[in-house]
């Protein structure tokens, strides 16, 4: 019936990593437990999409994700929180089944925020990288001065969130 | 406020630097209480803790012949906070699309092999 998989090899490798790695750019990357073809997947279905990308324990919800996964396709994503709503829109630059995606963010108004993503298979696991490039470096103090990220992080709206999740991560007095 | 970013990002990169706001964030400390607390030798931590100052993550008073250290105004938030919960925000998120993944491979071996339920 169940299958009990406790992920025992993936243990060692789940801490994903966030870095200003320069004074534009942005960096995310974390080893997820299966092969390029399928985590690629992931994030190129909507039906799968919005599956993951709001996490369970946001106040958040995805009101719509269209995709459209081809160079020049576009995307959006409606988010509500409370009696807001939020859009995220841009176009895909490249899609490179399973190893590469590259989009822009064009919500924003201070020029281009380009997300680069990167699947590498290795013994049928995956390490994704998530790398924004701001269109400057004033752009980006900016975006962690208002507390937002474009569309890998979340609405502004959420700063909220902090606490939220400071209490999630740290947990301590809390069940 | 750029070059305050800029100065705190500096500040923020060495591992010392970030050991002293921990534990100043614990209790206010001198300049030789810190050295000794990192083992180095108090011009060493004076050019840390001038580097933090610099970035208004920590301020100084002497009193008699005693430097105090302890956090200044903006202490660590802003930028490190920030990376935190952008990180946090992250990793939630590939939780949830290490799930997705592992469904999707565990559908697949089952429309795969139907001998193995």
Known sequence: MDTTTERDQAAPMSGGTADRTSERELVVS?????????????????????????????????????????????????????????????????????????????EGDSGELITTVTFEETDGRTLVVVHDLYPSKEALDEAIAAGSTGISAMPESLAQLDELVG???EGEGRP | MSDLLDASFAALSDPT???????????????????????????GMRKHVGVLEQA???????????RTCRLGPR?????????????????????????????LQRKEKVDGHHDRA
């Open chain 2, 17 to 43: 630097r970030r050991g002293v706001l921990e534990q100043l964030g614990r209790s206010d400390a001198s300049i030789t209480d810190l050295a000794q607390t990192f083992d180095m030798t108090l011009t």
């Open chain 1, 167 to 169: 209490s999630l991560g």
């Open chain 1, 30 to 106: 974390r080893t997820i437990n299966g092969p390029a073809r399928v985590v690629f997947e992931a994030w190129t279905r909507p039906e799968l999409f919005e599956r993951w990308w709001v996490p369970k324990s946001f106040p958040i919800s995805l009101l719509s994700c269209e995709i459209d996964a081809r160079v020049g396709g576009r995307y959006r994503l409606v988010f509500a929180h409370e009696d807001s709503t939020m859009e995220f829109f841009g176009r895909y630059l490249e899609v490179t089944p399973p190893s590469r995606l590259v989009w822009t963010n064009d």
């Open chain 2, 75 to 103: 202490r660590l938030h802003e930028e490190t906070a920030w990376i935190d919960r952008y990180r946090r925000l992250w990793d939630a998120r590939f939780d949830e699309l290490d799930k997705v993944v592992e469904e």
């Open chain 2, 56 to 66: 208004k993550l920590v301020t100084t008073e002497k009193v008699g012949r005693v």
